[in-house]
């Protein structure tokens, strides 16, 4: 079965995964961003980085593969276009679940699913979204071919459908860790992130260019002009 990483269906999800990684890194510079986090206390060579930030990418859309959504996209019920809400909260748990069973240091766990928890901050803010989750994200339909991709990559098995009060929690704790003094560092997420959103960005108006806002393609386009340069 496709698996759409977008509601009109221009997109598969899997290829679009591994144009944002392939993207994200190249944009990446990994050797400042390393300085950066080694003077905030935390011990992390570029390459620890490098793996951070594909692995964030590899899983940053995960969640969309949800049957909630994908249902929707393929009947197109209901009057309005339906959306990805949210669809960043199931993407950030199966990808703690990922690093959890490769067994990364716990501080490469916290980075890669909040990088994945905020990659649509500029649309909506996570921290706000708690109180609004009101249902559970099933993977049944697409389960073959999350597993074909997991295991592609990252030679593990997971469980992918996330419960509501399990989604509920980890969001506050991803609060609690953002605030705690133990995790100075982690302030310096956004040096990985706007890889990563950049990525994002370019990959879906290769694919998508006709379907996105003119305001969109405007700033896509010069995202564009400065890699160019």
């Not at 496709?2 to 995964?17: C, G, I, K, M, N």
């Not at 969001?171 to 003094?181: E, F, G, Q, T």
């Not at 006709?210 to 995202?223: A, I, N, S, Y």
Request: charged residues 30%; neutral net charge.
């Amino acid at each position: 079965m496709t698996v759409y990483a977008d509601a009109d269906r221009r997109q598969e999800l899997f290829s679009h995964l591994r144009g944002v990684a392939s993207k994200a890194v190249k944009y990446f510079d990994a050797d400042i961003a390393c300085k950066r986090f080694n003077q905030m206390g935390l011990n992390a060579t570029a390459e620890d980085l490098k793996r951070v930030l594909e692995h964030a990418a590899l899983l940053h859309d995960i969640g969309k593969a949800a049957d909630w959504y994908q249902k929707r996209f393929r009947s197109q019920e209901g009057d309005s276009k339906p959306t990805f809400y949210l669809h960043e909260v199931p993407s950030a748990l199966i990808c703690q679940r990922v690093c959890n069973s490769l067994r990364l240091p716990k501080w490469e766990v916290t980075l890669c699913s909040l990088l994945v928890l905020q990659h649509m901050s500029s649309i909506r803010d996570w921290l706000a979204s708690n109180r609004e989750i009101s249902y559970s994200w099933r993977f049944a339909d697409c389960r073959t071919e999350l597993d074909e991709f997991i295991r592609g990559y990252f030679n593990i098995s997971v469980n992918f459908d996330v419960e509501r009060g399990e989604a509920k929690e980890f969001l506050h704790n991803s609060a609690r860790i953002i605030r705690d003094k133990n995790y100075r560092w982690l302030k310096l997420y956004t040096l990985l992130l706007a890889p990563l959103t950049a990525a994002d960005s370019i990959d879906a108006y290769e694919a998508r260019r006709e379907d996105l806002t003119p305001q969109r393609k405007w700033f896509v386009e010069e995202l564009m002009n400065l890699e160019e340069h």
